[in-house]
């Protein structure tokens, strides 16, 4: 009898010692909060400097750099007469580009705030912008249905990619730079060559505007986010390839991390979800924001993650810990539970 009391009274002792570290470890996830950046107006656009120091975001008619691991403003851009909608560094992180409500994309030097260049010529908003690979030519997308390549050293168009019949909301280059890839409210996105500025492939499926489109890092797949599903496609052939299934409201921001192995994706669910490329499974789930998730990105080294949110945050997730923890607090439970049915 007493070996049986006494028997019990272990089994409990390690039902309180599981539960416990599952508390523990709840606290563990707390600790691991994002980096929060408060703004005064909604972040529309946000991305890592190339070495992964620094990062920018887009808020009312300002850019700022902040310090990606403290999360100081280090520099205001400003200059803008409205909106901004799309921020990035060049690949030598020497200066920035941002793109404006005010139909201009402007070139700065990342470590003054000097602005050095205005591109003119859309004649509506520039909603997306970005470098080339090498740093040479940037692409921009507008309001006026049109996406353009320009000299980033002198600002002078190259070419203008005509087509789509509604706004080019989303542009991106292809990582050996031969090809750009444009994103639609024409419910389209499409695959051009970027010095004839000749279209190759068009990308239909989606039944809302495509919002976000970008290249996978070994130039074999593209990945597009518009309605609630978001499509992984074959670059060279268009054939669609996989489809991510889990968000209950449209896709805004899509992109590949570093490596290529996993997706990333934020919505008007107020989700990031982080999917395996390969399988379509989700991996993870980031939640805390208030309002749409309008932009996400890796870091380079692929460790942490940021978004931008229309609740007038970005934050700076530190992922892999997020999913360690959430793998360990998993396992607890599973442990607790086991030793009650032992019981």
């Known amino acids: ?5 006494f028997a019990k009274i272990i089994v409990l002792f390690f039902i309180f010692a599981a539960i416990f570290e599952i508390a523990v470890f709840k606290t563990a996830v707390s600790a691991t909060e994002p980096i929060v950046l408060k703004h005064l107006a909604n972040v529309a656009s946000v991305c890592f400097s190339p070495d992964g120091k620094k990062v920018m975001t887009g808020s009312g008619d300002t850019a700022r750099i902040w310090d990606a691991r403290t999360g100081k403003e280090l520099l205001k851009l400003e200059g803008h007469t409205s909106f901004m909608l799309s921020v990035c560094f060049s690949p030598d992180g020497k ?27 859309h004649t509506s908003s520039v909603a997306s912008v970005c470098f080339s690979p090498d740093g ?32 080019v909301v989303s542009v991106c280059f292809s990582p050996d730079g031969k090809k750009v890839m444009t994103g639609s409210w024409d419910e389209t996105a499409r695959i051009w060559d970027a010095e004839a500025g000749k279209e190759l492939l068009k990308l239909e499926g989606h039944t809302w505007g495509i919002s976000s489109v970008c290249f996978s890092p070994d130039d074999k797949k593209v990945m597009t986010g518009g309605d609630e ?5 074959d670059a060279g052939t268009g054939k669609e390839l996989l489809k991510l299934e889990e968000h209950t409201k449209p896709v805004i921001s899509v992109c590949f991390s570093p490596d290529g192995k996993k ?10 979800r982080i999917w395996d490329a390969g399988t379509g499974k989700e991996l993870l789930k980031l939640e805390g924001h208030t309002n749409y998730v309008i932009s996400v990105c890796f870091s380079p080294d692929g460790k942490k993650v940021m978004t931008g949110s229309l609740d007038k945050t970005a934050r700076i997730w530190d992922a892999e810990t997020v999913a360690q923890n959430i793998s360990n607090e998993t396992d607890l439970r599973a442990k607790a539970e ?6």
Do not use: C, P
Request: charged share 30%; aromatic share 8%; hydrophobic share 35%.
């Open 1 to 5: 009898m007493v070996k049986h009391i």
């Open 95 to 121: 200066k920035a580009m941002t793109g404006n409500y005010d139909k201009t994309a402007r070139i700065w030097d990342a470590g003054t705030g000097k602005e050095l260049l205005r591109l003119q010529g």
């Open 136 to 167: 040479k030519k940037i692409m921009t997308g507008s309001y006026d249905k049109t996406a353009r390549i320009w000299d980033a050293g002198t600002g002078k168009e190259l070419l203008k990619l005509e087509g789509h019949t509604n706004s």
């Open 229 to 233: 599903i978001v499509r992984i496609w």
């Open 263 to 272: 997706a990333m994706t934020g919505g008007f669910d107020k989700i990031i």
């Open 338 to 343: 086991n030793d009650s049915a032992e019981e």
